[in-house]
Protein backbone atom coordinates (compact mmCIF):
# COMPACT_ATOMS: atom_id res chain seq x y z
CA UNK A 1 0.00 0.00 0.00
CA UNK A 2 0.86 3.29 -0.66
CA UNK A 3 0.05 6.91 -0.20
CA UNK A 4 0.47 9.81 2.05
CA UNK A 5 -1.45 7.11 4.78
CA UNK A 6 -1.18 7.72 8.47
CA UNK A 7 -0.52 11.57 8.48
CA UNK A 8 -3.69 13.02 9.46
CA UNK A 9 -6.22 13.10 6.08
CA UNK A 10 -9.30 11.15 7.39
CA UNK A 11 -10.10 10.30 3.86
CA UNK A 12 -7.05 8.87 2.50
CA UNK A 13 -7.19 6.50 5.47
CA UNK A 14 -10.81 5.22 4.65
CA UNK A 15 -9.40 4.35 1.23
CA UNK A 16 -7.04 2.25 2.88
CA UNK A 17 -8.87 0.77 5.15
CA UNK A 18 -11.76 -0.36 2.70
CA UNK A 19 -9.08 -1.68 0.38
CA UNK A 20 -7.47 -3.41 3.80
CA UNK A 21 -10.68 -5.21 4.31
CA UNK A 22 -11.19 -6.31 1.03
CA UNK A 23 -7.50 -7.83 0.89
CA UNK A 24 -7.67 -9.35 4.18
CA UNK A 25 -11.34 -11.57 3.02
CA UNK A 26 -9.94 -12.52 -0.42
CA UNK A 27 -6.69 -12.98 0.08
CA UNK A 28 -6.10 -13.51 4.07
CA UNK A 29 -2.64 -15.26 3.07
CA UNK A 30 -1.19 -12.31 1.65
CA UNK A 31 1.48 -10.14 3.11
CA UNK A 32 1.10 -6.72 3.22
CA UNK A 33 3.34 -3.54 4.12
CA UNK A 34 2.89 0.20 3.48
CA UNK A 35 5.15 3.04 2.28
CA UNK A 36 3.24 5.93 3.65
CA UNK A 37 3.48 9.92 5.54
CA UNK A 38 2.38 8.17 8.73
CA UNK A 39 4.41 4.66 9.54
CA UNK A 40 3.52 5.01 12.92
CA UNK A 41 0.11 5.58 12.46
CA UNK A 42 -0.53 3.04 9.85
CA UNK A 43 1.28 0.16 11.89
CA UNK A 44 -0.52 0.90 15.05
CA UNK A 45 -4.09 1.38 13.53
CA UNK A 46 -3.89 -1.07 10.63
CA UNK A 47 -1.65 -3.65 12.14
CA UNK A 48 1.08 -4.21 9.14
CA UNK A 49 4.49 -2.81 8.87
CA UNK A 50 5.42 0.46 7.64
CA UNK A 51 8.16 2.18 5.71
CA UNK A 52 8.38 6.33 5.92
CA UNK A 53 7.68 7.70 2.48
CA UNK A 54 10.34 10.35 2.74
CA UNK A 55 13.86 9.84 4.15
CA UNK A 56 14.10 13.90 4.71
CA UNK A 57 12.11 14.38 8.15
CA UNK A 58 11.72 17.74 7.03
CA UNK A 59 10.00 17.12 3.89
CA UNK A 60 6.74 19.23 4.60
CA UNK A 61 8.77 21.94 5.94
CA UNK A 62 9.68 25.11 4.37
CA UNK A 63 13.26 25.12 3.96
CA UNK A 64 15.22 28.67 3.76
CA UNK A 65 18.46 27.72 5.22
CA UNK A 66 21.52 25.98 2.81
CA UNK A 67 21.47 23.25 5.23
CA UNK A 68 17.75 22.66 4.85
CA UNK A 69 17.79 23.37 0.78
CA UNK A 70 20.56 20.84 0.64
CA UNK A 71 18.98 17.87 3.12
CA UNK A 72 15.88 18.42 0.81
CA UNK A 73 17.80 17.94 -2.13
CA UNK A 74 19.50 14.78 -0.76
CA UNK A 75 16.35 13.21 0.22
CA UNK A 76 15.30 13.28 -2.91
CA UNK A 77 17.87 11.55 -4.46
CA UNK A 78 18.12 8.93 -1.49
CA UNK A 79 13.91 8.57 -1.82
CA UNK A 80 15.00 7.27 -5.18
CA UNK A 81 16.82 4.31 -4.26
CA UNK A 82 14.69 3.52 -0.95
CA UNK A 83 11.66 3.53 -3.75
CA UNK A 84 12.79 1.35 -5.35
CA UNK A 85 14.22 -1.03 -3.26
CA UNK A 86 11.05 -1.15 -1.60
CA UNK A 87 9.33 -1.87 -4.61
CA UNK A 88 11.34 -4.43 -5.78
CA UNK A 89 10.53 -6.40 -2.51
CA UNK A 90 6.56 -6.39 -3.74
CA UNK A 91 4.59 -8.34 -5.97
CA UNK A 92 1.99 -5.52 -6.20
CA UNK A 93 1.15 -2.01 -4.90
CA UNK A 94 -1.87 -0.76 -4.71
CA UNK A 95 -2.51 3.02 -4.18
CA UNK A 96 -6.01 3.06 -3.08
CA UNK A 97 -8.15 5.70 -3.81
CA UNK A 98 -6.67 9.19 -3.21
CA UNK A 99 -6.66 12.69 -5.49
CA UNK A 100 -3.61 11.10 -6.64
CA UNK A 101 -3.32 13.04 -10.11
CA UNK A 102 -4.80 15.86 -9.13
CA UNK A 103 -3.54 19.65 -7.83
CA UNK A 104 -7.10 20.79 -6.75
CA UNK A 105 -5.34 21.86 -3.53
CA UNK A 106 -1.26 23.74 -3.33
CA UNK A 107 0.82 21.20 -4.57
CA UNK A 108 4.73 21.09 -5.38
CA UNK A 109 6.08 18.67 -8.04
CA UNK A 110 8.99 17.79 -5.98
CA UNK A 111 6.64 16.61 -3.35
CA UNK A 112 3.69 14.03 -3.57
CA UNK A 113 4.00 13.81 -7.36
CA UNK A 114 7.57 13.05 -7.58
CA UNK A 115 7.17 10.45 -4.62
CA UNK A 116 4.37 8.86 -7.35
CA UNK A 117 6.54 9.21 -10.31
CA UNK A 118 9.48 7.02 -8.47
CA UNK A 119 6.72 4.17 -7.68
CA UNK A 120 5.14 3.75 -11.03
CA UNK A 121 8.81 3.91 -12.51
CA UNK A 122 10.38 1.62 -10.09
CA UNK A 123 7.06 -0.71 -10.92
CA UNK A 124 7.79 -0.52 -14.50
CA UNK A 125 11.83 -1.40 -13.85
CA UNK A 126 11.30 -4.30 -11.39
CA UNK A 127 8.16 -5.83 -12.72
CA UNK A 128 5.98 -4.72 -10.04
CA UNK A 129 2.80 -4.23 -10.62
CA UNK A 130 1.49 -0.75 -9.45
CA UNK A 131 -2.56 0.22 -9.29
CA UNK A 132 -3.78 3.22 -9.10
CA UNK A 133 -7.44 2.35 -7.88
CA UNK A 134 -10.33 4.61 -8.04
CA UNK A 135 -8.05 7.92 -8.00
CA UNK A 136 -8.71 11.44 -8.52
CA UNK A 137 -7.18 12.99 -11.27
CA UNK A 138 -8.11 16.50 -12.58
CA UNK A 139 -6.16 19.11 -15.04
CA UNK A 140 -3.12 20.58 -14.10
CA UNK A 141 -1.65 23.67 -15.04
CA UNK A 142 1.75 23.41 -13.53
CA UNK A 143 4.03 21.67 -16.31
CA UNK A 144 6.40 20.13 -14.43
CA UNK A 145 3.45 18.66 -12.01
CA UNK A 146 1.41 17.66 -15.05
CA UNK A 147 4.48 15.95 -16.73
CA UNK A 148 4.77 13.74 -13.59
CA UNK A 149 1.59 12.69 -12.64
CA UNK A 150 1.05 12.15 -16.91
CA UNK A 151 4.22 9.75 -16.53
CA UNK A 152 3.18 8.35 -13.12
CA UNK A 153 -0.20 7.30 -15.12
CA UNK A 154 1.21 6.06 -18.14
CA UNK A 155 3.62 3.87 -16.18
CA UNK A 156 0.91 2.15 -13.81
CA UNK A 157 -0.20 -0.92 -14.73
CA UNK A 158 -3.18 -0.50 -13.48
CA UNK A 159 -5.98 2.17 -13.18
CA UNK A 160 -9.46 3.19 -12.00
CA UNK A 161 -11.02 6.36 -11.22
CA UNK A 162 -13.45 7.47 -8.82
CA UNK A 163 -15.59 9.85 -11.82
CA UNK A 164 -16.13 10.49 -15.34
CA UNK A 165 -14.24 13.84 -14.85
CA UNK A 166 -10.95 12.12 -13.72
CA UNK A 167 -10.52 10.14 -16.24
CA UNK A 168 -11.20 12.52 -18.57
CA UNK A 169 -8.99 15.17 -17.13
CA UNK A 170 -6.17 11.90 -17.98
CA UNK A 171 -7.38 11.60 -21.93
CA UNK A 172 -6.78 15.55 -22.17
CA UNK A 173 -2.98 14.56 -20.57
CA UNK A 174 -2.13 12.67 -23.26
CA UNK A 175 -2.70 9.20 -21.38
CA UNK A 176 -4.44 6.33 -22.97
CA UNK A 177 -7.86 5.65 -20.85
CA UNK A 178 -9.44 3.06 -23.44
CA UNK A 179 -9.45 0.43 -20.57
CA UNK A 180 -9.57 2.44 -17.48
CA UNK A 181 -12.91 2.33 -15.85
CA UNK A 182 -14.55 4.72 -13.45
CA UNK A 183 -16.22 3.14 -10.10
CA UNK A 184 -17.11 5.22 -6.61
CA UNK A 185 -14.70 6.19 -4.44
CA UNK A 186 -13.83 3.72 -2.26
CA UNK A 187 -14.95 4.79 0.63
CA UNK A 188 -18.31 3.87 -0.05
CA UNK A 189 -17.02 0.06 -0.05
CA UNK A 190 -16.82 1.17 3.92
CA UNK A 191 -19.77 0.04 6.40
CA UNK A 192 -22.55 2.59 6.48
CA UNK A 193 -23.35 3.37 10.21
CA UNK A 194 -27.40 2.93 11.82
CA UNK A 195 -29.32 5.53 11.87
CA UNK A 196 -28.70 7.85 14.88
CA UNK A 197 -31.32 9.76 16.67
CA UNK A 198 -31.89 13.55 15.34
CA UNK A 199 -32.31 16.27 17.28
CA UNK A 200 -32.32 19.33 14.50
CA UNK A 201 -28.19 18.97 15.12
CA UNK A 202 -26.79 19.74 11.67
CA UNK A 203 -22.98 19.35 10.75
CA UNK A 204 -20.81 21.56 9.72
CA UNK A 205 -17.39 19.86 7.96
CA UNK A 206 -14.75 23.04 7.42
CA UNK A 207 -11.73 23.41 5.89
CA UNK A 208 -8.23 24.93 5.89
CA UNK A 209 -9.06 26.25 2.00
CA UNK A 210 -7.06 28.34 0.41
CA UNK A 211 -7.96 27.59 -3.19
CA UNK A 212 -6.27 25.72 -5.83
CA UNK A 213 -2.25 25.12 -6.61
CA UNK A 214 -3.55 27.55 -9.31
CA UNK A 215 -4.50 29.95 -6.67
CA UNK A 216 -1.62 30.50 -4.85
CA UNK A 217 -1.29 34.76 -5.27
CA UNK A 218 -4.75 35.27 -3.92
CA UNK A 219 -4.86 32.58 -1.61
CA UNK A 220 -5.13 34.79 1.72
CA UNK A 221 -7.80 36.80 0.15
CA UNK A 222 -9.67 33.43 -0.73
CA UNK A 223 -9.05 31.65 2.85
CA UNK A 224 -10.74 34.83 4.54
CA UNK A 225 -13.80 35.05 2.38
CA UNK A 226 -14.73 31.15 2.69
CA UNK A 227 -13.79 31.37 6.70
CA UNK A 228 -15.95 34.67 7.03
CA UNK A 229 -19.04 33.25 4.90
CA UNK A 230 -18.76 29.73 6.60
CA UNK A 231 -18.76 31.22 10.09
CA UNK A 232 -21.92 33.67 9.64
CA UNK A 233 -23.52 30.64 8.88
CA UNK A 234 -22.98 28.87 11.29
CA UNK A 235 -23.67 31.93 13.60
CA UNK A 236 -26.92 32.34 11.77
CA UNK A 237 -27.82 28.42 12.13
CA UNK A 238 -26.88 28.95 16.55
CA UNK A 239 -28.68 31.78 16.56
CA UNK A 240 -32.47 29.66 14.95
CA UNK A 241 -31.46 27.30 17.86
CA UNK A 242 -29.77 24.72 16.23
CA UNK A 243 -26.91 22.94 17.68
CA UNK A 244 -24.03 22.53 15.19
CA UNK A 245 -21.18 20.54 15.06
CA UNK A 246 -17.91 21.74 13.20
CA UNK A 247 -16.15 18.72 11.44
CA UNK A 248 -13.02 18.02 10.09
CA UNK A 249 -11.08 15.83 7.87
CA UNK A 250 -7.12 16.37 8.17
CA UNK A 251 -5.02 17.52 11.15
CA UNK A 252 -4.57 21.18 9.19
CA UNK A 253 -8.60 21.36 9.33
CA UNK A 254 -8.34 21.94 13.62
CA UNK A 255 -7.44 25.57 14.01
CA UNK A 256 -10.57 26.63 11.42
CA UNK A 257 -12.83 24.60 13.25
CA UNK A 258 -11.84 25.84 16.75
CA UNK A 259 -11.87 29.41 15.22
CA UNK A 260 -15.54 29.41 13.92
CA UNK A 261 -16.30 28.19 16.93
CA UNK A 262 -15.08 31.09 18.97
CA UNK A 263 -16.49 33.32 16.51
CA UNK A 264 -19.82 32.38 16.77
CA UNK A 265 -19.64 32.84 20.19
CA UNK A 266 -22.86 29.81 21.27
CA UNK A 267 -22.68 26.64 23.19
CA UNK A 268 -24.81 25.01 20.73
CA UNK A 269 -21.56 25.39 18.41
CA UNK A 270 -19.08 22.61 19.00
CA UNK A 271 -16.26 20.38 17.30
CA UNK A 272 -16.40 16.69 16.49
CA UNK A 273 -13.05 14.78 18.04
CA UNK A 274 -13.55 11.92 14.98
CA UNK A 275 -10.44 10.77 13.94
CA UNK A 276 -11.97 7.93 11.39
CA UNK A 277 -14.00 7.96 8.87
CA UNK A 278 -16.02 6.17 10.48
CA UNK A 279 -16.50 8.31 13.26
CA UNK A 280 -17.53 11.15 10.39
CA UNK A 281 -20.02 8.88 9.12
CA UNK A 282 -21.67 8.37 12.60
CA UNK A 283 -21.64 12.12 13.04
CA UNK A 284 -23.15 12.41 9.84
CA UNK A 285 -25.63 10.18 10.41
CA UNK A 286 -26.75 11.65 13.71
CA UNK A 287 -27.38 14.55 12.30
CA UNK A 288 -30.66 15.85 10.32
CA UNK A 289 -28.32 17.29 7.36
CA UNK A 290 -24.74 18.51 6.75
CA UNK A 291 -22.85 21.18 4.91
CA UNK A 292 -19.57 20.38 3.92
CA UNK A 293 -16.45 20.67 2.10
CA UNK A 294 -13.44 18.64 2.11
CA UNK A 295 -14.24 16.44 -0.62
CA UNK A 296 -14.41 12.75 1.97
CA UNK A 297 -16.88 14.79 4.42
CA UNK A 298 -19.23 14.92 1.60
CA UNK A 299 -18.66 11.13 0.66
CA UNK A 300 -19.35 10.30 4.91
CA UNK A 301 -22.75 12.31 4.88
CA UNK A 302 -24.15 10.75 1.60
CA UNK A 303 -22.57 7.38 2.39
CA UNK A 304 -25.02 7.81 6.10
CA UNK A 305 -27.68 8.97 3.85
CA UNK A 306 -27.94 12.09 5.27
CA UNK A 307 -28.72 15.30 3.19
CA UNK A 308 -25.99 17.58 2.15
CA UNK A 309 -25.29 20.63 0.70
CA UNK A 310 -21.31 20.55 -0.53
CA UNK A 311 -19.53 23.42 0.07
CA UNK A 312 -17.72 23.06 -2.97
CA UNK A 313 -13.85 23.48 -4.05
CA UNK A 314 -13.60 21.71 -7.10
CA UNK A 315 -15.05 19.92 -9.75
CA UNK A 316 -14.89 16.39 -8.19
CA UNK A 317 -16.89 17.70 -5.12
CA UNK A 318 -20.23 18.80 -7.92
CA UNK A 319 -19.20 15.40 -9.68
CA UNK A 320 -19.85 13.49 -6.26
CA UNK A 321 -23.21 15.47 -5.84
CA UNK A 322 -24.63 14.43 -9.55
CA UNK A 323 -23.66 10.72 -8.73
CA UNK A 324 -25.56 11.15 -5.41
CA UNK A 325 -28.88 13.08 -6.87
CA UNK A 326 -28.00 16.06 -5.05
CA UNK A 327 -26.02 17.83 -7.87
CA UNK A 328 -28.49 21.12 -7.14
CA UNK A 329 -27.12 21.79 -3.61
CA UNK A 330 -23.09 22.83 -4.32
CA UNK A 331 -22.77 26.20 -3.23
CA UNK A 332 -18.64 27.35 -4.64
CA UNK A 333 -16.24 27.18 -1.82
CA UNK A 334 -14.23 30.41 -2.85
CA UNK A 335 -17.50 32.45 -2.95
CA UNK A 336 -19.03 31.65 0.87
CA UNK A 337 -22.15 33.53 0.57
CA UNK A 338 -24.30 33.01 4.12
CA UNK A 339 -27.08 34.52 3.12
CA UNK A 340 -27.25 32.47 -0.13
CA UNK A 341 -25.90 29.29 1.68
CA UNK A 342 -28.78 29.58 4.23
CA UNK A 343 -31.24 29.68 1.42
CA UNK A 344 -30.08 26.96 -0.35
CA UNK A 345 -30.11 24.91 3.08
CA UNK A 346 -33.50 25.72 4.27
CA UNK A 347 -34.70 24.01 0.54
CA UNK A 348 -32.76 21.23 0.91
CA UNK A 349 -34.52 20.32 4.58
CA UNK A 350 -37.78 21.10 2.59
CA UNK A 351 -37.13 18.07 0.75
CA UNK A 352 -35.10 16.15 3.20
CA UNK A 353 -37.51 12.81 3.23
CA UNK A 354 -37.14 12.43 -0.86
CA UNK A 355 -33.79 13.07 -0.65
CA UNK A 356 -32.58 10.33 2.07
CA UNK A 357 -34.91 8.00 -0.11
CA UNK A 358 -33.15 8.69 -2.77
CA UNK A 359 -29.52 8.27 -1.04
CA UNK A 360 -30.43 4.94 -0.06
CA UNK A 361 -30.97 3.73 -3.59
CA UNK A 362 -27.72 5.91 -4.33
CA UNK A 363 -25.56 3.92 -1.89
CA UNK A 364 -27.21 0.52 -3.31
CA UNK A 365 -25.43 1.15 -6.71
CA UNK A 366 -22.18 1.95 -5.52
CA UNK A 367 -22.14 -0.71 -3.53
CA UNK A 368 -22.41 -3.05 -6.05
CA UNK A 369 -20.07 -1.06 -8.35
CA UNK A 370 -17.12 -1.49 -5.79
CA UNK A 371 -17.76 -4.79 -5.56
CA UNK A 372 -17.52 -5.03 -9.72
CA UNK A 373 -13.93 -3.48 -8.88
CA UNK A 374 -12.53 -5.32 -6.22
CA UNK A 375 -13.07 -8.34 -9.06
CA UNK A 376 -11.34 -6.56 -11.86
CA UNK A 377 -8.65 -5.69 -9.47
CA UNK A 378 -8.08 -9.22 -8.01
CA UNK A 379 -8.17 -10.60 -11.84
CA UNK A 380 -5.57 -8.01 -13.17
CA UNK A 381 -3.29 -8.21 -9.54
CA UNK A 382 -3.85 -11.64 -8.78
CA UNK A 383 -3.51 -13.95 -11.81
CA UNK A 384 -3.77 -17.67 -11.15
CA UNK A 385 0.06 -18.61 -11.85
CA UNK A 386 1.65 -18.35 -8.06
CA UNK A 387 3.30 -14.75 -8.04
CA UNK A 388 7.58 -15.46 -7.11
CA UNK A 389 8.24 -16.07 -3.84
CA UNK A 390 10.21 -12.86 -2.27
CA UNK A 391 9.64 -11.25 1.48
CA UNK A 392 7.33 -8.02 1.87
Not at 262 to 286: I, K, N
Amino acid sequence: MFGLLGSGNLGNDGSLEAVLGRLREEHPDAAVGALCGGPATVSARYGIPATRLHWNRAEYRTASRTGAVAAKGLGKLVDAFRTAAWVRRHDVVIVPGMGVLEATLPLRPWGFPYSLFLLCASGRLFGTRVALVSVGAAAIGSRPTRTLVRWSARLAAYRSYRDTLSRDAMRAMGVDTARDEVYPDLAFALPAPPPGTRDGTVCVGVMDFHGSDDDRARADGIHRRYLDGTTRFVRALAEDGRPVRLLTGDACDAPVAAAIRDAAGSPLVTVAGADSLAGLMREAAAADAVVATRYHNLVCALRAGTPTLALSYAAKSDALMDRMGLGAYCHPAREADADRLLEQFRELEKHAPELRRALAQANETAARQLDDQFTALTTALFPAAPARQENP
